[in-house]
Nanobody, 118 residues
């Protein structure tokens, strides 16, 4: 079983950049599919970016394509999300998740709050 912990959230202004990290303990992330989700008040949880370590496959939500970059560091057991040109609509709790390839995401972190002021 893998435990996930997010960090790096905060309050920023529109146009700023921020990097989130998800650190794994218990097991390495490399056997898993991993992803960043976000959930804003009153909205459904949204898949922001996914990263499959073994294949290197990356996908982004249309809303963040070109602004966010997801990457993994196997040595540090971290999944990172570099966010640039942030908008108020990016305000949400950002959660890291992991799944065995081909299965649903069942491992979740507690989330980190990102607030973008206009």
């Amino acid at each position: 079983q893998v435990q996930l912990a997010e960090s790096g959230g905060g309050l920023v202004q529109a146009g700023d950049s921020l990097t989130l990290s998800c650190t794994a303990s218990g097991r390495p992330l490399s056997p898993y599919s991993t992803a960043w989700f976000r959930q804003a008040p009153g909205k459904e949880r949204e898949l922001v970016a996914s990263f499959t370590w073994m294949s290197g496959r990356i996908r982004y939500a249309d809303s963040v394509e070109g602004r966010f970059t997801v990457s993994g560091d196997s040595a540090k057991r971290t999944l990172n999300l570099q966010m640039s040109t942030l908008k108020p609509d990016d305000t949400a709790v950002y959660l890291c998740a992991a799944a065995r390839i081909g299965y649903d995401y069942i491992y979740w972190g507690q989330g980190t709050q990102v607030t973008v002021s206009s």
